[in-house]
């Protein structure tokens, strides 16, 4: 290849890179200022600004409230078509809606991706105080119960890897922060069918969660919860949503391809 040649790709490369660290930064960022994008981006703010002014135009950034910028409809519309390819709609959205029918509470429908809980899906209810969820979010392995219904589904060497992995960190009072607990919280699990986190990643916050099962008994791709705020949940309530969520999940099961 010739110098040139070489060069020119190498600048490719790097412009490819910068933009998808910037979207990242765009989407963690807590303020979304460009001082905070560059800081995140370990770019120099000039570099940032040219960025985040062509992907504006392409609709991928959104500029707001003058200096501030957040991911725009193009990135929501790429991420509904990457959803929709892996998974159809009308084979999780009835059941999602048939939950919050039932129980008046946000519905969550997660993937297992690249070593993470990626949330797919949310069906909200209709309260005025509800627990909100975003497409795209990701969960904890050891204290969501998405994460722990898709642990529970793996041999035990494998979600051991996972765990290690990711690590064990306490975020409430309540998180699982050793692997006995956890070992013996994946047991429960797989007698139960489903999953329970209770007030695990967040206080005042309890879900229950279960696996997708797969027609040949291999680890899930995908798992089922229903979110309630802790006060409203009776231990009655909470068994019922496990008997509910688990038959929901071997529905959507039985639509996918």
């Known amino acids: 290849m010739k ?7 190498s600048t490719s490369l790097i412009g ?5 660290r910037i979207l990242t930064a ?25 960025y985040l002014n062509s992907l504006s135009a392409l609709g991928y950034v959104e500029r707001f409230n003058a200096n501030q910028y957040r991911l725009g409809w193009e990135i929501f519309r790429l991420g509904q078509r990457a959803f929709s390819n892996q998974v159809p709609s009308d084979a999780v959205i009835p ?20 070593r993470s809980v990626v949330i797919l899906e949310v069906v909200e209810g209709r309260r005025a105080v509800k627990k909100v969820s975003d497409v795209g979010q990701t969960d904890p392995w050891h204290a969501s119960a998405l994460g722990k ?29 050793s692997m006995k607990k956890m070992a013996s919280e994946i047991k429960e ?5 489903f999953a329970v986190d209770r007030e695990e990643a967040a206080e005042e916050l309890t879900c229950v969660a279960a696996a997708v099962p797969t ?43």
Do not use: C
């Not at 110098?3 to 790709?9: G, I, L």
């Not at 949940?233 to 391809?257: D, F, M, N, W």
């Open 3 to 9: 110098p040139a040649a070489a060069s020119e790709k």
């Open 16 to 20: 490819v890179e910068r933009t998808a």
């Open 26 to 50: 765009v989407a963690d960022s807590e303020i979304g200022n460009l001082t905070e994008i560059a800081r995140r981006t370990e770019l120099n703010e000039a570099t940032v600004l040219r």
């Open 95 to 114: 059941t999602m809606e048939r939950l919050v029918n039932e129980f008046n509470e946000t519905v969550n429908f997660a993937a297992h991706k690249d």
């Open 149 to 177: 219904a898709l642990l529970a589904t793996m041999p035990d060497s494998v979600w051991h890897d996972v765990v290690a992995s990711a690590g064990l960190p306490e975020l409430t009072a309540h998180t699982i922060t």
């Open 189 to 193: 699990i797989r007698e139960h069918g």
């Open 215 to 257: 027609p040949n008994g291999a680890p899930s791709r995908y798992a089922l919860s229903i979110s309630f705020l802790t006060h409203r949940l009776t231990a009655e309530s909470l068994a019922h949503a496990g008997t509910q969520v688990v038959p929901g999940a071997r529905e959507i099961a039985a639509k996918l391809p």
